[in-house]
């Protein structure tokens, strides 16, 4: 059975930093990209950065510079550390990875940037 479990998230003000954790299990963790992903109030869900299984990386424009993604295959963790972190940065961030052709899930982390 494939989980992944976020943890990490909280109130940070504008400027600080966050780094969150997505343990996976039920994979051959070293075999899968991952990615994470993030849900602010009222609009869709969407792509914040993904590791390949080798270790490639992407992130959308708004993250870029800010946002790192990372990989502990001896852990089953990938991180997304967050920097320079901004109020529109405020969501519920999730990480997925595509296992035999389905998508799972975790259940989310809260992230909240304010002062």
């Known amino acids: 059975q494939v989980q992944l479990v976020e943890s990490g998230g909280g109130l940070v003000q504008p400027g600080g930093s966050l780094r969150l954790s997505c343990l996976a299990s039920?994979?051959?963790?070293?075999?899968?990209?991952m990615g994470w992903y993030r849900q602010a109030p009222g609009k869709q869900r969407e792509l914040v950065a993904a590791?390949?299984?080798?270790?490639?990386?992407t992130a959308a424009d708004s993250v870029k510079g800010r946002f790192t993604i990372s990989r502990d295959n001896a852990k089953n963790t990938v991180y997304l550390q967050m920097n320079s972190l901004k109020p529109e940065d405020t969501a519920v961030y999730y990480c997925?990875?595509?296992?035999?052709?389905?998508?799972?899930w975790g259940e989310g982390t809260l992230v909240t940037v304010s002062s």
């Open positions: 039920g994979i051959i963790f070293r075999l899968y990209g």
């Open positions: 997925k990875v595509r296992y035999i052709g389905n998508d799972y």
């Open positions: 590791i390949t299984s080798g270790g490639s990386t």
